[in-house]
């Protein structure tokens, strides 16, 4: 099966995503394209690991009643795409084109009942609270507005915490730390203080991905400061799950004073590092990019979709 118009939820950068995943899985369809098998099976987990959680950042962000439902389709089908996977690493070469077709069978079939159902009844919510939040904030700009003073067109929400000079030019990477941001705000809002344990197991989950992600794509161009920058990344899990477990472990009266220590650190630490590794990393990225295009993607291959995938998606 195809992506058809059908498929489409009204949102940009899932919809993208959702196409990325139906291109990908086409290879494995292609004879010709046996060889490459395994890394297409590797970069499907990947990309649907990251899609996922790109989704449920947009469903935090509009505190979608069905999320907690939501994410465990999102687990049961992670788990499923890690044991295809390795049925793909363990097959001898004459049945692993037999065992790809049906992987493709599987995963086309997942994400059309899913995207159909889940992804749409999502979409609508996500869309009529979209349209109930910019509908307000227009309100609130005409009445704050004085005679002579034009009214600007509301905006998508940036993060308290965000700044001008923090961003990278890499889409994917901005947006990735602006959702961190975001999560991080509900740390010191004492009207979420209920949603703070499940913003910290997100905090955690999020950033590891998104660490993930980025050491993946500086191995990819051989970038130098790959070692120092993992290090970095290995002593903030290491500081975060720290004060992860002070919070838990903190009775009620405390729990607020060790959630604002966490926010200060974390937003210090992703200034400071955004500032100084993730610049340096971004400009030895945008000079090592292959170029768009037919001849790009047939000159790397599987490099081209991982730089397409981290600067577009």
Do not use: C
């Not at 389709?73 to 001898?92: G, N």
């Not at 065992?99 to 889940?118: C, F, G, P, S, Y």
């Amino acid at each position: 099966m195809q992506w058809t118009d059908q498929l489409e939820t009204g949102i940009p950068k899932i919809d993208e995503q959702h196409k990325e995943l139906f291109r990908q899985t086409e290879i494995l369809l292609d004879r010709s394209k046996v060889g490459r098998i395994n890394e297409t099976i590797s970069f499907l987990g990947d990309y649907v690991l990251q899609h996922f959680i790109d989704e449920q950042g947009l469903q935090a962000a509009v505190h979608y009643p069905k999320a907690e439902d939501h994410k465990k389709y999102h687990v049961a089908f992670t788990d499923k795409i890690r044991a295809l996977k390795k049925q793909v690493e363990e097959a001898s070469e004459d049945i692993k084109f037999k065992l790809a077709t049906e992987i493709n069978q599987t995963v086309i079939r997942w994400l059309k009942d899913h995207i159909m159902v889940h992804d749409k009844d999502f979409a609508a919510y996500y869309r009529e609270h979209s349209q109930t939040r910019q509908a307000k904030r227009a309100a609130v700009a005409r009445h704050s507005s004085g005679p002579g003073h034009a009214v600007q067109a509301a905006a998508g929400p940036a993060p308290q915490y965000w700044r001008a000079d923090l961003v990278t030019g890499i889409p994917k990477l901005d947006e990735q730390h602006k959702e961190i941001f975001r999560q991080a705000e509900i740390l010191v809002d004492r009207d979420r203080a209920g949603q703070i344990p499940e913003a910290l197991d997100y905090l955690a989950q999020y950033s590891g991905r998104h660490f993930g992600a980025e050491e993946k794509a500086q191995a990819a161009i051989g970038y130098r400061g790959l070692e120092a920058h993992r290090n970095g990344h290995a002593e903030f899990t290491r500081r975060f799950q720290d004060f992860k477990r002070r919070f838990e472990t903190a009775g009620p009266d405390r729990q607020a004073g060790v959630a604002k220590e966490i926010h200060h650190y974390l937003i210090q630490w992703f200034r400071d590092h955004i500032m100084n590794q993730d610049r340096a990393f971004a400009e030895s990225y945008k000079k090592n990019r292959p170029a768009p295009g037919a001849a790009g993607r047939k000159k790397h291959g599987f490099l081209y979709r991982l730089f397409h995938f981290w600067s577009v998606n």
